[in-house]
């Protein structure tokens, strides 16, 4: 099969001929291999956690500002309430 794939032009398993000039053995390259295919996805999940932490905390900021203003609507009505009792509109 032959084809492109990570800047290695020719056939894909082309790797022995650069193994053999670097000098390193099959079994380096292979040792390495399994655990980046195995625990490669962990790369992208921590960008996930990143914008999944920052969505968040704009959730948590966002109910709190929530909050406050279900206070002050709260004290709001109250202070009405006690306006319209007191000139008997109540």
């Known amino acids: 099969m032959n084809g492109t794939f990570c ?7 082309g790797l022995g001929s650069r193994r053999e000039r670097h000098q390193f053995q099959p079994t380096v390259f292979h040792n390495w291999q399994k655990p980046f295919f195995e625990n490669g996805a962990a790369a992208f999940e921590r960008k996930n956690k990143r914008a999944e932490e920052a969505k968040d905390r704009q959730i948590t900021a966002l109910q709190e500002k929530l909050a406050k203003k279900n206070e002050v609507i709260a004290e709001l009505m109250e202070e009405n309430v006690r306006s319209k009792e007191a000139n008997g509109e109540l």
């Open 7 to 13: 800047g290695l032009s020719g056939k894909l398993g």
